[in-house]
Structures are given as structure tokens and as C-alpha cells.
């Protein structure tokens, strides 16, 4: 691959779902993107730069595969769990107390599904403790179609429970199948995926009174970051929450939220 190529993949990234690549990482580019030649009947990477440039339909389904192939998926049950406490002791009990209703929350880039679902468990605790339940829609976004197939399905590999889930909390919602483990439709039907940009506008999604946001804007410049967080202020109802991950930061610029700090949990409160 020459720095040229490099360039147009580079920019063509960044320009597209906002993932930054340092001059440094050609080596993780050609690891990754080698596959496409191949899938793609393609002859080089001169070949891929020149048609990631052009509107045909084969560029723009090689283009939905380069993203898909540069995304890291990385994502695992109950990820920084005390979050979730946090959410299914105290957020949740104070939503469904004041809120009339149906309770929206938004996992934005929720990969193979296991926040979204995460985030519903959540629902299932704090609705047995109130001995009523709420009505709460989740929804799960992604840039990658490929991976949100995988959120849908709900079928996870031993492998995939293992990481983050107990035994208990997998024998309540999973059920063994031919091919791996299937989440209960109680915790599955309270959420909905759909394919969408961070990049884009969010006026098409509604407003939340939750969103998770982790593990994802770290891949943008500091720019784009601070672009996608006020944008996701502006979609939180008044006195809405808003997570990132526990080594994210809100920057400065970003108002209207308030940082709250609990024991060894962080999270953010829209100023109502
Ligand atoms: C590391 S995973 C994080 C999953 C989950 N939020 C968690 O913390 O476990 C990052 C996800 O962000 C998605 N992503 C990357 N760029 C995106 C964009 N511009 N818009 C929406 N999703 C994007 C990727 O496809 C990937 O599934």
C-alpha cells in the first residue's frame, strides 16, 4: 500500500464515520483490508483507493466493508458494571417515579448487542423490585450492518457469555439452542436496532430520557467528539443521564450536563 492509498483510506474514513488514523497505522490498514481484495475480486489496493473514490454501487458496497472491517467491536456483558447498579438501584427507580410514559434510552454504537441488552436486564430488576412494569424501549445503533445482524439474532457462543455474565443472570435469561444460547424474549423484545451514523443528525431517533454512549468516541478526533456529545445533550429530556465509559471525559465545551459522582460510578445529568 503506498502513502497515497493510505491517504484515500485514511480520509475516506474519517470523513465517513469520523475514525481517526494516525500516519503511523498502515501496517493494522493492510492487516485489516487484505480480505476485500479478495472478496471484492479486486487486483490491488491501487484498485481499492481508486474505486472507494467513485459513486458506483460496487464502491459503496466496498466502502460498507472497509468500515466494517476498521471498526473494532470490542464489547462484553455488564461492562463497567457499577454503572448498571447504578442504573438499576437509583436511575431507574427515579425515571419511572416521575416519568408518564413510555421510558426511551438509546445504546449509540451498541455492537453485537450486549449493552443494549445489558441495559435491559437492568429494566427487568428495577421493574420486579417496583412489582410493576414500566414501559421501556431501547434502542440499539451501529454503523456496522454486519455486526447489528449479530445484536438481533440474540444467539451468543459460550465464549461471548462468559465475559461479564454470572451463572445465575445466564441461566435466568439464556436458553441453550443447537447453535449457542438464546436471550429470553422478555429481555430481547424490549429492544429495537437500526443501522445509523454517529456523524449524522440525530433528529430522526427522537429524544431519550437515557443514553449510553461508551467505547466508541475514543476512535474520533477531539472535534468530532465534542460535536457528537452537545448533539446528544440537546436529544436528552431534562433531567435525562447520559453514560460514557469510565475512562471517557465530557469535554468542557459540552453544557447543559452536569457531572455526577457516586461511590466508584460517573455518569452525567442534563440540567433541566
Ligand atoms: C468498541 S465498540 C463499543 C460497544 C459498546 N458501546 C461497549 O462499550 O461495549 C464500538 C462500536 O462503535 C461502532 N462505530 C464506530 N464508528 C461509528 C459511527 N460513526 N457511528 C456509529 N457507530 C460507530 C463500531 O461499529 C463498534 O461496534
Known amino acids: 500500500m503506498t502513502p497515497v492509498e493510505y ?5 475516506f474514513l474519517s470523513q465517513s464515520c469520523g475514525i ?21 475480486d479486486l487486483a490491488s489496493f491501487s484498485e481499492l483507493a481508486a ?22 467491536n470490542e464489547t462484553f456483558w455488564f461492562r463497567d ?31 453485537s448487542g450486549q449493552e443494549p441488552y445489558t441495559i435491559s436486564m437492568c429494566v427487568e430488576d428495577a421493574s ?7 414501559s421501556v424501549q431501547i434502542i440499539g445503533t451501529d454503523i456496522s450492518e454486519s455486526i447489528l445482524q449479530e445484536a438481533k439474532a440474540a444467539v451468543y457462543s459460550d465464549l461471548a457469555l462468559s465475559r461479564g455474565l454470572d451463572v445465575q443472570t445466564k441461566t435466568r435469561f439464556f436458553q441453550k439452542t443447537h447453535d449457542g444460547y438464546k436471550l429470553s424474549s422478555s ?14 443528525p440525530f433528529s430522526v431517533l427522537g429524544r431519550f430520557d437515557v443514553i449510553f454512549c461508551r467505547n466508541v468516541l475514543i476512535y474520533f478526533s477531539d472535534e468530532v467528539k465534542r460535536d457528537i456529545l452537545s448533539r446528544m445533550v440537546d436529544m436528552l429530556e431534562p433531567g435525562g443521564y447520559l453514560f460514557l465509559s469510565s475512562t471517557e471525559s465530557m469535554p468542557v465545551t459540552v453544557k447543559n450536563i452536569e457531572s455526577i459522582r457516586g461511590g466508584r460510578v460517573r455518569y452525567f445529568k442534563k440540567v433541566s
Open 7 to 11: 491517504k484515500i483510506i485514511q480520509q
Open 20 to 40: 481517526v488514523l494516525s500516519d503511523t497505522k498502515q501496517y493494522l490498514v493492510k492487516n485489516r483490508l487484505t480480505g476485500l481484495l479478495t472478496k471484492f
Open 51 to 72: 474505486t472507494i473514490k467513485t459513486n458506483s454501487s460496487l464502491s459503496v458496497r466496498i466502502k460498507a466493508a472497509v468500515v466494517d472491517a476498521m471498526t473494532t
Open 81 to 111: 458494571d457499577t454503572q448498571f447498579t447504578e442504573l438499576k438501584e437509583n436511575i431507574f427507580p427515579e425515571i419511572f417515579n416521575r416519568k408518564r410514559g413510555t421510558v426511551k434510552v438509546w445504546s449509540a454504537a451498541c455492537s
Open 128 to 134: 420486579n423490585k417496583r412489582g410493576a412494569t414500566p
Open 187 to 200: 429481555v430481547a423484545s424490549r429492544v429495537r436496532f437500526q443501522q445509523f451514523n454517529l456523524l449524522k
